[in-house]
């Protein structure tokens, strides 16, 4: 089992730009969520899916977008790159059972110049 | 806005010593969830405790609730090098599950 896998490690954007960050978990989870981490301010979920077809905001949702075809996978697309988007995304995912815990991607560490 | 926040923000000891960190939050809770965060990685996840649990123990962690203060503490007891990390805590809010809300951490240096 791999996981959480998060594509790719490190990536360096313009201001302006898109990209897909990509997030795949092959332990049949049906949630799913992103988090951007800060210094000092810990994790912020910006969407989450609770299965294929359905996709909500979390906290940060602004310049993200999100979409959920298939079980597997749960990529994040900026669509117009900002300076206030640097930061490392985390890719999580958790079972549906009651009180089980999220499994953690190990993150996308992502700066716009 | 930061449901949880983790007191001390960084926690400096030596082998064998016992950290003890904690975590208050504002709203009412499903569970608590503790995670390690070692350098340049993801979370990963240590101890879950439910809202009707006090205290839980795994290995050399320990962990309590207290719902009334809305607190938790975490107790790494008899530390090593390799518990050199930063650590969350997490709430599942009885509102809106599975939006787990994490506080800023407390970093952990274990020093030989």
């Known amino acids: 089992n791999a996981g959480v896998t998060q594509t790719p490690k490190f990536q360096v954007l313009k201001t302006g730009q898109s990209m897909t960050l990509q997030c795949a978990q092959d332990?049949?989870?049906?949630?799913m969520s992103w988090y951007r981490q800060d210094p000092g301010m810990g994790l912020r979920l910006i969407h989450y899916s609770v299965g294929a077809g359905i996709t909500d905001q979390g906290e940060v949702p602004n310049g993200y977008n999100v979409s959920r075809s298939t079980t597997e996978d749960f990529p994040l697309r900026l669509l117009s790159a900002a300076p206030s988007q640097t930061s490392v995304y985390f890719c999580?995912?958790?079972?549906?059972?009651?009180?089980?815990?999220?499994?953690f991607g190990n993150g996308t560490r992502l700066t716009v110049t | 806005s930061q449901q949880g926040e983790e007191d001390p923000q960084a926690l400096s000891i030596q082998e064998g010593e016992n950290a003890t960190m904690n975590c208050s939050y504002k709203?009412?809770?499903?569970?608590l969830q503790w995670y390690r965060q070692n350098s340049g990685r993801g979370l990963v996840h240590l101890i879950l405790?439910?809202?009707?649990?006090r205290e839980k123990h795994s290995g050399r962690l320990r962990v309590t609730l207290d719902t009334s203060k809305k607190s938790s503490s975490l107790l790494i007891t008899a530390s090593r090098a390799a518990d050199t990390a930063s650590y969350f805590c997490?709430?599942?809010?009885?509102?809106?599950?599975?939006?787990?809300?994490f506080g800023a951490g407390t970093q952990v240096v274990v020093t030989p």
């Open positions: 999580a995912s958790r079972s549906s059972v009651y009180n089980s815990p999220l499994h």
């Open positions: 997490a709430t599942d809010d009885l509102r809106s599950w599975g939006k787990l809300q």
């Open positions: 405790i439910r809202s009707n649990e």
């Open positions: 709203t009412s809770i499903n569970n």
């Open positions: 332990m049949n989870h049906e949630y």
